[in-house]
């Protein structure tokens, strides 16, 4: 676990970073993380940007879509920044005919987590999670720790382990882009 506080150039000039439950979750796990801070831009929460503040490649920054399913409800979904949701994989490897990405204005209530701050670990209900099988080529990858401008860095293994996911190829190709 990082007890240690992130270097002084990753810290806001501001308040300490409370713990999140994310945090607390991986801590009663024993899951070694860390912490990286960044700037909020309300006006771009992409996990691209993210990546760019961060100095991190865009592959290692893992982005978490909710989406519900006709037949199993809820569920989310982690994938790469700069790539986008495969619907019909997703319905697939969840046994749904179809899923669909939940409205903006529902995220919230749904997962307990503002839009840009959306994380599996410790959201309001144990949904199912899906993993990009991508996450696997990473040592870590970084994903949000459930509060805007702050991320976790952690292993692909914890992160799977903890989340109890599911692999699966979740990336739409370029040719099937819209």
Same mark, same amino acid.
């Given at each position: 676990?990082?007890?240690?506080?992130?270097?002084?150039?990753?810290?806001?000039?501001?308040?300490? +970073? =409370?713990?999140?439950?994310?945090?607390?979750?991986?801590?009663? $796990? %024993? !899951? /070694?993380?860390?912490? @990286?801070?960044?700037?909020?831009?309300?006006?771009?929460?992409?996990?691209?940007?993210?990546?760019?503040?961060?100095?991190?490649?865009?592959?290692?920054?893992?982005?978490?879509?909710?989406?519900?399913?006709?037949?199993?409800?809820?569920?989310?979904?982690? +994938? =790469?920044?700069?790539?986008?949701?495969?619907?019909?994989?997703? $319905? %697939? !490897? /969840?046994?749904?005919? @179809?899923?669909?990405?939940?409205?903006?204005?529902?995220?919230?209530?749904?997962?307990?987590?503002?839009?840009?701050?959306?994380?599996?670990?410790?959201?309001?209900?144990?949904?199912?999670?899906?993993?990009?099988?991508?996450?696997?080529?990473?040592?870590?990858?970084?994903?949000?720790?459930?509060?805007?401008?702050?991320?976790?860095?952690?292993?692909?293994?914890?992160?799977?382990?903890?989340?109890?996911?599911?692999?699966?190829?979740?990336?739409?190709?370029?040719?099937?882009?819209?």
């Amino acid at each position: 676990m990082s007890q240690q506080e992130p270097p002084p150039d990753l810290m806001p000039n501001t308040v300490p +970073l =409370p713990r999140t439950n994310a945090m607390r979750l991986l801590e009663v $796990a %024993k !899951i /070694s993380y860390e912490v @990286r801070i960044y700037t909020v831009d309300e006006n771009d929460l992409s996990a691209e940007r993210v990546a760019a503040e961060l100095k991190l490649s865009p592959e290692t920054v893992f982005k978490t879509l909710i989406a519900e399913g006709d037949k199993s409800g809820y569920l989310f979904a982690m +994938l =790469p920044a700069g790539t986008e949701l495969d619907p019909k994989a997703l $319905a %697939k !490897i /969840s046994g749904n005919r @179809r899923v669909e990405l939940l409205p903006l204005k529902e995220v919230q209530r749904v997962t307990g987590y503002l839009r840009g701050a959306v994380t599996p670990l410790g959201a309001k209900k144990g949904f199912p999670v899906y993993v990009d099988e991508t996450v696997m080529l990473w040592e870590k990858i970084s994903m949000s720790c459930g509060l805007r401008g702050a991320q976790i860095l952690i292993s692909p293994e914890d992160l799977l382990r903890v989340t109890r996911a599911t692999l699966a190829d979740l990336v739409r190709l370029e040719a099937e882009q819209k």
